[in-house]
């Protein structure tokens, strides 16, 4: 799992490629750190290349919503595969986020 993050002035971009499931979520939760830190911006999570989530993973996604609407900043999820987007319709995910 491997995620690539790009900050800019109002707007933050993570990339996320692999596998985010329960034995790569600890690792994901310090990789992600800068997007909490950035949580009063624009966030979008790139998922094009990400191949599995788990509930770890969803977990993780839904903390950074929970601090970006403390802060007042914003979740985007753009370039989802069929397998992530069954995981966000099985689970209900789909009308917690924003999608681009």
């Known amino acids: 799992m491997e995620i690539k ?5 109002t707007s933050v971009n993570a990339q996320f490629i692999g596998r985010l499931d329960t034995a790569a979520s600890q690792q994901a939760s310090i ?4 997007l909490m830190e950035n949580a009063d911006k624009c966030i ?6 990400l191949e599995f989530i788990s509930s770890s993973g969803l977990r993780l996604f839904l903390s950074l919503r929970k601090q970006t609407i403390a802060k007042g900043g914003r979740v985007l999820i753009s370039g989802m595969t069929p397998e992530v987007k069954q995981v966000f319709s099985i689970t209900g995910f789909f009308s917690l ?3 681009k």
Do not use: G, H, N, Y
């Open 5 to 9: 993050i790009k900050i800019a002035e």
């Open 31 to 34: 990789d992600m750190e800068p």
């Open 44 to 49: 979008e999570l790139d998922c094009s290349a």
């Open 97 to 99: 986020f924003e999608f």
